[in-house]
């Protein structure tokens, strides 16, 4: 199943669908609850993309990847590194990612997030994909510079649009094979698959959950193959992953 929350045309509110063969049906209900159609349906013209969910809180993971970890000069883990973007970061698709004056140095890290469906906490990594409902696109923007100059990672990280998800949560994916892709002005920068992640999706819910609470909505940000660079204004930049999709977005000063 394919999940988006949208505005259609000339209306205010958001409201949540399914996509079926291009079609959006517009739901009543939680998409983390029973849920059913109204009646209401649209085309993809008629309707804005928003963010797919709306998560307390947005998990990171660092150096996750072999490849990313070679490419930025650093050890691999032992343990899974983990970092948070605020919930107000978070931009859907075709919002432009912001370059804030104060940085000299804007990337792109193409990831696969993972949806929490449930509260989790303390799950095993063999209950893991139990708690999960589904997966989308990630841009985890970063500004460099403050990155390297502050040690930890919160300001580089936490800029206001430094957070694109979407387009879609599809919940008929299995995360451990799965194409990872940046697209910069539509040439090929990063290309990867979740098989090489250095700890998978249920290794990740079990050390997260084992540390605070997941809720419903909730994004675990699984990490960054190698490739990533910077972001200009006046770019476009898309992160793609199979069985999900595409997420654009705009990068303006």
Not at 41 to 70: M, R, W
Not at 179 to 208: M, P, Y
Request: proline share 8%; glycine share 10%.
């Amino acid at each position: 199943m394919r999940l988006i929350r949208f505005k259609p045309k000339g209306e205010t509110d958001v409201r949540v669908g399914v996509v079926e063969n291009e079609t959006v049906y517009e739901v009543a209900g939680d998409i983390f609850g029973p849920c059913e159609k109204t009646g209401r349906s649209f085309n993809q013209g008629q309707i804005t993309l928003e963010a797919p969910c709306v998560p307390t809180k947005v998990v990171c993971l660092g150096l996750n990847y072999k490849d990313h970890a070679e490419e930025v000069n650093a050890d691999l883990p032992e343990e899974p590194l983990i970092f948070l973007k605020p919930p107000s970061s978070i931009i859907g698709p075709g919002a432009p990612i912001i370059y804030p004056p104060q940085s000299k140095r804007v990337d792109y890290e193409a990831e696969l997030a993972v949806v929490i469906e449930k509260k989790a906490s303390h799950v095993s990594s063999a209950e893991a994909l139990d708690y999960v409902l589904g997966y989308t696109c990630l841009n985890d923007v970063s500004a460099r510079d403050f990155q390297q100059k502050d040690g930890q990672w919160t300001r580089a990280k936490g800029f206001d649009t430094f957070c694109p998800i979407g387009p879609a949560i599809e919940t008929d994916l299995d995360p451990s094979d799965l194409t990872v892709e940046a697209w910069l002005n539509g040439e090929r920068k990063q290309a990867s698959s979740t098989v090489h992640l250095v700890f998978d999706v249920k290794c990740l819910i079990e050390h997260i959950s084992g540390i605070m609470a997941l809720l419903p909505g909730d994004i675990i940000s699984t990490g960054t193959p190698s490739g990533v660079g910077p972001l200009e204004d006046g770019d476009e930049i898309e992160i793609r992953i199979q069985g999900i999709g595409g997420l654009i977005n705009p990068v303006a000063r």
